[in-house]
């Protein structure tokens, strides 16, 4: 997909995102729409994984760590042909397998998630693998910056160092909110550049809104040869949706009817101006 494809297949997610949502009642509208351009890029760009043959020993690997925003994954997968599109209309509902967290239930699900910090020593185990196979496949993982004070990702790290594991690569979706308020307030980790650096980490930071800088960061991978690679994507809890954006009260908000057509009505303005830029 060229730049512009991928901006509009953007702005097809979050409307869907939302559409689930509000249907479900139930969701984490904020750190979906932070996170969706970087799933955006990484399955319809990046990975090499395909529907059909999921269970290739050589496809990419991509582990969601913040499982809360399990809703900008099911609509990815649904795109690539994971699963029917339809199946989301059972979302959160009782004995449906799309549920609040990812499940390998779901086809395209790697691993289950949603216990904050386990995304990554997953991702590190899994990368550790490959490199024992001899196989060429990557590893990705979305981390949120609230998960960041679980001292397992710092585990996690340093393993990823130490075992110079460049077929691995962490997103970090760093919209500054989590659900007791901002990340700076709750439990500082910053400068979290300064210390994956001193873990033994390559770092890169993107606007994780920008399609570019995005395709283009994960195009350079591996930054360094024999070191683990992290991409710190500054982000907008609620991006795209302007009575949402870092907003803490959308971390699971969900819209009424009014909130609801106001937002598919902004984002369908912004696709038209796209579709004429």
């Known amino acids: 997909m060229s730049e512009k494809e991928l901006a509009q297949k953007s702005v097809e997610y979050r409307k869907k995102i939302l559409k689930y949502i509000y249907q479900a009642k139930a969701g984490h509208t904020g750190g979906s729409l932070s996170c969706i351009d970087i799933l955006n890029v990484l399955y319809n760009h990046t990975m090499q994984v395909d529907a059909t043959d999921f269970t290739s020993p050589d496809r990419d690997r991509y582990i969601q760590s913040k499982g809360h925003t399990v809703e900008a994954l099911y609509v990815v997968l649904a795109s690539r042909g994971f699963f029917p599109e339809t199946d989301l209309e059972t979302l959160c509902q009782y004995q449906s397998h799309y549920i609040g967290h990812p499940t390998r ?19 590190v185990g899994t990368a550790i693998a490959g490199k024992l196979d001899k196989k060429d496949y990557r590893v990705f993982t979305v981390l949120g910056d609230g998960e960041l004070p679980e001292g397992s990702n710092w585990e996690a790290a340093l393993s990823a160092a130490h075992y110079k594991l460049d077929n691995l690569c962490a997103i970090l979706d760093k919209n500054t909110l989590q659900i007791s308020g901002p990340t700076a307030d709750v439990l500082n980790t910053d400068p979290v550049d300064k210390k994956f650096e001193a873990f033994g980490w390559e770092v890169r930071h993107v606007d994780g809104h920008d399609i570019k800088q995005l395709t283009e960061a994960f195009d350079a991978l591996p930054f360094a040869k024999g070191k683990p690679s992290l991409i710190i994507a500054h982000t907008v809890k609620g991006k795209g949706i302007s009575f949402m954006e870092n907003q803490l009260k959308w971390h699971h908000g969900v819209p009424d009817p009014k909130q609801y057509a106001d937002a598919v009505q902004e984002l369908d303005l912004y696709g038209e101006t796209l579709a004429s830029a």
């Open 105 to 123: 239930k779901v086809h395209g699900v790697e691993q289950n998630t949603g216990a904050l910090g386990h995304g990554l020593s997953l991702s």
